[in-house]
């Protein structure tokens, strides 16, 4: 879609405020509606979006499949690996009272921890499938649609 | 009273959407009706309060989803096929299903009716403790990541396995359909 002047001029002016939709989502969570999820899927939906409108090359630049190759698992690791560090804290697994002496402050910064991890995997495996899909050989031209 | 005016309107719009969505053999139509269908149960489900629900199935539903969808239509055909004869037997099996999902319906208890049966079981606790213990303002966040902590990491765990499952299958017969035509190549040469 190289020639599309005004998607190519409009999608440049949305992808900022699409990731900094997708980071308030994913770090205020917490208070507002939200969460790792719904972060991931938007922070995905712009890279997608940069990839429909630039191209998937232009698109694998910015995220190269070695970096996808690495979040996909890290986020997964990144929540096990919360429970796995109360477990070794003295407390149950995933039980994040543990994690830090005050009464609440040990929930908030396991919370935290964990959405952080659903984030990382829901937006990376969102991105892997996408660029799978678009990187096959596709047999419609742009005048058929 | 608007509430309950915007349901049944949206309710309206996605039945229309639906029947379209059935009616219709352009495929590039029926993808991009479906993601109309998202989008109207993502409005509904605002409607209805449920604003982390509704986040996802906008996003989910009616994004990346439909992008998929357009990218496998990509890679088909774009008309669906006519079918020649008319199937008595998933119609009585969908018509049967229906009317016992409506029938189910009736002893549901009322729209947020506070003495429902599924509001009286651990629901009062992870209130109260999401204000004590948690103190965080999204009981949401609470119940996914805190106490139902383990099922969250389930989910990840699902998705993750999903992403490898959709990468091995292609990538791998991808590589393989470049290595057959390096073979090709070289025995002609």
Known sequence: ?145 | MAGILISLVLLTFMAVTAFYVLRLRHLFSVVMLTGVFSLLSAALFTNLDAVDVAFTEAAVGGGISTVLMLGTLALTRRREKVPETLSIGPLIIALVTGAALVYGTLDMPRFGDPNAPALKHVVPEYIEGTANDVSMPNIVTAVLASYRGYDTLGETAVIFTAGIGVLLLLVWRREEDEEDEDGEKEDRA
């Open chain 1, 1 to 145: 879609m190289k020639h599309h002047l005004v998607l190519r001029v409009v999608t440049k002016l949305m992808i900022p405020f699409i990731l900094i939709f997708g980071l308030y989502v994913q770090f205020h969570g917490d208070f507002g509606p939200g969460g790792g999820f719904q972060a991931g899927v938007i922070i995905a939906a712009a890279f997608i979006l940069y990839a429909l409108v630039f191209g998937l090359e232009e698109a694998r630049k910015v995220v190269p499949d070695g970096a996808l190759r690495i979040l996909v698992p890290a986020g997964v690791l990144i929540f096990a690996g919360t429970g796995v560090a109360t477990l070794l804290m003295g407390g149950k697994f995933l039980d994040y009272d543990v994690l830090r002496p005050s009464d609440t402050g040990g929930q908030h910064l396991g919370i935290w921890l964990v959405e952080f991890g659903v984030g990382t995997t829901v937006a990376a495996v969102m991105i892997a499938i996408f660029f799978t899909y678009a990187a096959r050989p596709h047999q419609i031209d742009d005048e058929d649609w």
